[in-house]
Nanobody
Framework: QVQLVESGGGLVQAGGSLRLFCAAS????????VGWFRQAPGKEREFVGT????????SYADSVKGRFTISRDNAKNTVYLQMNSLKPEDTAVYYC???????????????WGQGTQVTVSS
């Protein structure tokens, strides 16, 4: 089993940056691809981006491409979501999730974190 804890959320002005962290427990974290998702009030959960278990490949939603970057440090059991040029429409609860044997927005993610709030003011 893998437990995930997100952190790093907060309030930031438009144009600013935040770095989210997804810390995982479990010795097999490096076997999992990781996805980032977000959910704004009244909206469905939205795929943000993903990174393979090795960290060599990433993929992003068009809405964040060029602004967000996902990386990971398997030695630290941590995945990062660097968010730059933030916009008010990026306001949401951000979640990380892990999947074994797949990746991307359509994968069946096995474990989810509790989420961290990101609020971007205009």
């Amino acid at each position: 089993q893998v437990q995930l804890v997100e952190s790093g959320g907060g309030l930031v002005q438009a144009g600013g940056s935040l770095r989210l962290f997804c810390a995982a427990s479990g010795r097999t974290f490096s076997n999992y691809a990781v996805g980032w998702f977000r959910q704004a009030p009244g909206k469905e959960r939205e795929f943000v981006g993903t990174i393979t278990s090795s960290g060599l490949t990433t993929s992003y939603a068009d809405s964040v491409k060029g602004r967000f970057t996902i990386s990971r440090d398997n030695a630290k059991n941590t995945v990062y979501l660097q968010m730059n040029s933030l916009k008010p429409e990026d306001t949401a609860v951000y979640y990380c999730a892990v999947v074994k044997g797949g990746w991307g927005p359509a994968a069946r993610y096995d474990y989810w974190g509790q989420g961290t709030q990101v609020t971007v003011s205009s």
